[in-house]
């Protein structure tokens, strides 16, 4: 195990639902992020948390809205999805600082309708 | 912005053979980091290697550095078939405000 843990693992969702994906961590990281994998292309970072403050939006749609409420734990509200919005969606948390590598959650497959 | 690229984009080998992935940068870097992503799940962390850092060893993963080039190169050796996955480098740089920029990886395929 990771010790970041992301569900659900898939969710197919239309374009009018409401929908959240939750992530955990274990490790007593300080900062927590979520990024976007879509096929053929880099991963695309969209949020960074320190100590529970947003610290980077990296020009995410607001149909992508985030949570965090306290260090161990994320979120990512889901509106009025876009079918170009599917994609593995993954967590990860560092210690925050320098030289501080990333943890990474299994991922949500997202599709969206 | 990317930051990083691999090359190749896909490598077929035999088990028992060497990989040699290389990564490309365009700005000065903070560190370089490796990573793994087997299919379906999450990255895994490999190596980090500092900008004043040239080589660096684990297990059977070596990786090295060229600031002047901007370029690393990752190799593993005597590869296994579990070795099969994608792999990603990713630049960090106060350029970048401290994010991590991960490149579009290469695709390794090990036959037994």
């Known amino acids: 195990e990771t010790g970041v843990t992301q569900t659900p693992r898939h969710l197919v969702m239309g374009m009018t639902n409401k929908k959240s994906l939750k992530c955990e961590q274990h490790l007593g990281h300080n900062a927590m992020y979520w990024y976007k994998q879509s096929a053929k292309k880099p991963l695309e970072l969209m949020f960074v948390y320190n100590f529970k403050e947003q610290t980077e939006n990296n020009s995410v749609p607001s149909r992508f809205s985030p949570e965090c409420p306290n260090s161990s734990h994320l979120f990512l509200h889901l509106h009025t999805l876009q079918p170009e919005d599917s994609a593995l969606y993954l967590c990860?948390?560092?210690?925050?600082?320098?030289?501080?590598?990333?943890?990474f959650g299994n991922g949500t497959r997202l599709t969206v309708t | 912005s990317q930051q990083g690229e691999e090359d190749p984009q896909a490598l077929s080998i035999q088990e028992g053979e060497n990989a040699t992935m290389n990564c490309s940068y365009k700005t000065s870097i903070n560190n370089l980091q490796w990573y793994r992503q087997n299919s379906g799940r999450g990255l895994v962390h490999l190596i980090l290697i500092r900008s004043n850092e040239r080589e660096k060893h684990s297990g059977r993963l070596r990786v090295t550095l060229d600031t002047s080039k901007k370029s690393s190169s990752l190799l593993i050796t005597a590869s296994r078939a579990a070795d099969t996955a994608s792999y990603f480098c990713a630049t960090e740089s106060y350029n970048q405000g401290g994010k991590l920029i991960f490149g579009q990886g290469t695709e390794l395929s090990v036959k037994p």
């Open positions: 990860a948390s560092s210690q925050g600082g320098d030289d501080s590598p990333l943890h």
